[in-house]
């Protein structure tokens, strides 16, 4: 199942504890309003049925009785009977049909029909052997209409309740959590873009809280990562110029040697040797420069609308001649659609061709072919330089454009220092296009490049 979000579960969270509380109060309250209802409802009618008795008067032997007694007050029905339940005067509500015994001064709940009465029953002496009982009658279920309002309404108020903390709840915590978002899409970024110099940069604001301070530590710490790199960069880009000098020393004092007449076939071999592993120092030299300088920003490069079609048939006229210097076998193959334009960086182009032809002749057969596609739609360039050598596994295909990855240790030397596919994939996305490849293990490689034809990075 997939995880749910912090949003969610501190929502869940909240809702919960809200309907608990929403409940216990609503359940106390209403328990309390009920009996408190209930018994206003008694005091009223015991209270109503003992001040009737001032209407009552008896003059010259005949009970006189005022007009108020008729009068039903507060939903209080006022009736009067003899000693022997006999029924005077007064009122008796509708639907009230019992005719309970007289329980003098103790009100009682009787149920008649469908409706709970409280009835309430008083004697009262006129006279020496004259004694009347006053009953005060009243709907209990009328009482309790009330109540039942408030709890309707109690529950109608107890979903809204819950339906507003969630969507407040929600929200506060989508705001509250924004900045961790933030910090999420931040370290995406600088993933993807291997780019240290982006910030949070969320504790600028007004915000001083927990999350505001993480943004900050955490931008320190970016901070702290991008001086370091920096000043790795710096490294590599002033040791590999610093090694250029020396080796071109190096280099020309074996051409100088290798003048010279005196030497025996020993020493020449020797000599050689050297010429040859400076000559590939030189080369790992320039890529590494070349690599410490787009990773500061500092390579430059110039596009221009050029015949790539043209280009791609000098590279490859190139690298045949020198496969067969190297004395290889290998068939160079160009099928190149004619007079494609883009706007590319001549030398850069050049490159990019090179390191790809190279290495599908170093990695290829012996007599193998190589051939090298270039098609265009009009919008993209898509080139291909396919193979049938030793072909890469599976598991290496992410790692080849690792700097100073090779897949296959066995071959080392020759130049082949592991910086050619990193320098190739910069070059290929500085020009806003993409490369990958598609191997498989001994059957050979096919490494696709497509640049658009406008260049928009300019
Ligand atoms: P290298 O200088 O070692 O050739 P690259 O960066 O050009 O370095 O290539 C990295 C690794 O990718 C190589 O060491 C090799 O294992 C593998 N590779 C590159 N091109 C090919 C190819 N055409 N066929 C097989 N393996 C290749």
């Given at each position: 199942?997939?995880?749910?979000?912090?949003?969610?579960?501190?929502?869940?969270?909240?809702?919960?504890?809200?309907?608990?509380?929403?409940?216990?109060?609503?359940?106390?309250?209403?328990?309390?309003?009920?009996?408190?209802?209930?018994?206003?409802?008694?005091?009223?009618?015991?209270?109503r049925v003992q001040a009737s008795a001032d209407y009552l008067k008896l003059a010259d032997g005949e009970l006189e009785i005022d007009s108020e007694f008729y009068t039903v007050s507060q939903d209080i029905y006022l009736s009067l009977y003899d000693e022997n339940l006999y029924f005077l005067y007064g009122k008796i509500p509708y639907g009230f049909n019992a005719l309970p015994q007289i329980e003098d001064g103790r009100t009682r709940t009787i149920r008649d029909g469908?409706?709970?009465?409280?009835?309430?029953?008083?004697?009262?002496?006129?006279?020496?052997?004259?004694?009347?009982?006053?009953?005060?009658?009243?709907?209990?279920?009328?009482?309790?209409?009330?109540?039942?309002?408030?709890?309707?309404?109690?529950?109608?108020?107890?979903?809204?309740?819950?339906?507003?903390?969630?969507?407040?709840?929600?929200?506060?915590?989508?705001?509250?959590?924004?900045?961790?978002?933030?910090?999420?899409?931040?370290?995406?970024?600088?993933?993807?873009?291997?780019?240290?110099?982006?910030?949070?940069?969320?504790?600028?604001?007004?915000?001083q809280d927990e999350i505001s301070e993480l943004a900050a530590t955490f931008d320190e710490m970016l901070g702290e990562l991008d001086q370091v790199f920096q000043r790795e960069k710096q490294f590599t880009s002033d040791v590999s110029h610093e090694l250029r000098t020396p080796i071109s020393v190096i280099l020309a004092q074996c051409g100088t040697c290798l003048e010279m007449d005196d030497l025996t076939e020993e020493q020449r071999k020797q000599i050689r040797v050297?010429?040859?592993?400076?000559?590939?120092?030189?080369?790992?030299?320039?890529?590494?420069?070349?690599?410490?300088?787009?990773?500061?920003?500092?390579?430059?490069?110039?596009?221009?609308?050029?015949?790539?079609?043209?280009?791609?048939?000098?590279?490859?006229?190139?690298?045949?001649?020198?496969?067969?210097?190297?004395?290889?076998?290998?068939?160079?193959?160009?099928?190149?659609?004619?007079?494609?334009?883009?706007?590319?960086?001549?030398?850069?182009?050049?490159?990019?061709?090179?390191?790809?032809?190279?290495?599908?002749?170093?990695?290829?057969?012996?007599?193998?072919?190589?051939?090298?596609?270039?098609?265009?739609?009009?919008?993209?360039?898509?080139?291909?330089?396919?193979?049938?050598?030793?072909?890469?596994?599976?598991?290496?295909?992410?790692?080849?454009?690792?700097?100073?990855?090779?897949?296959?240790?066995?071959?080392?030397?020759?130049?082949?220092?592991?910086?050619?596919?990193?320098?190739?994939?910069?070059?290929?996305?500085?020009?806003?296009?993409?490369?990958?490849?598609?191997?498989?293990?001994?059957?050979?490689?096919?490494?696709?490049?497509?640049?658009?034809?406008?260049?928009?990075?300019?």
């Open positions: 199942m997939k995880q749910m979000s912090l949003k969610i579960k501190l929502t869940l969270l909240y809702t919960f504890f809200m309907i608990l509380v929403t409940c216990a109060a609503l359940g106390i309250l209403l328990s309390l309003s009920s009996r408190e209802i209930l018994s206003a409802t008694q005091t009223k009618l015991e209270k469908d409706i709970d009465w409280y009835v309430y029953d008083m004697s009262f002496r006129l006279a020496e052997n004259y004694t009347v009982y006053i009953r005060g009658v009243t709907s209990l279920t009328d009482a309790e209409e009330g109540y039942m309002v408030t709890t309707r309404f109690a529950l109608i108020l107890l979903p809204v309740l819950i339906v507003l903390t969630a969507v407040i709840g929600y929200r506060f915590t989508r705001r509250t959590l924004l900045p961790v978002k933030e910090i999420t899409r931040t370290v995406r970024e600088i993933r993807a873009d291997a780019d240290l110099s982006r910030r949070v940069g969320l504790h600028t604001g007004h915000r050297i010429e040859k592993k400076a000559k590939e120092m030189a080369a790992m030299t320039a890529q590494l420069l070349f690599l410490s300088r787009a990773d500061q920003g500092r390579q430059p490069w110039n596009p221009e609308r050029l015949n790539l079609s043209e280009l791609t048939q000098v590279a490859v006229e190139e690298q045949q001649f020198l496969a067969k210097e190297q004395g290889r076998r290998t068939e160079i193959v160009c099928r190149c659609q004619p007079d494609i334009y883009a706007e590319v960086d001549e030398t850069l182009y050049l490159r990019l061709l090179e390191n790809l032809i190279s290495n599908a002749v170093y990695y290829g057969k012996e007599d193998g072919r190589v051939e090298i596609f270039l098609e265009s739609d009009g919008r993209r360039v898509r080139g291909r330089v396919t193979d049938d050598g030793i072909g890469i596994a599976p598991e290496n295909l992410e790692r080849i454009w690792e700097r100073f990855y090779r897949a296959d240790t066995s071959r080392t030397g020759e130049g082949h220092s592991g910086l050619g596919l990193s320098v190739v994939r910069w070059i290929v996305r500085t020009h806003g296009g993409e490369i990958y490849v598609k191997s498989r293990l001994g059957e050979g490689s096919t490494f696709i490049f497509e640049i658009p034809v406008k260049n928009e990075k300019k």
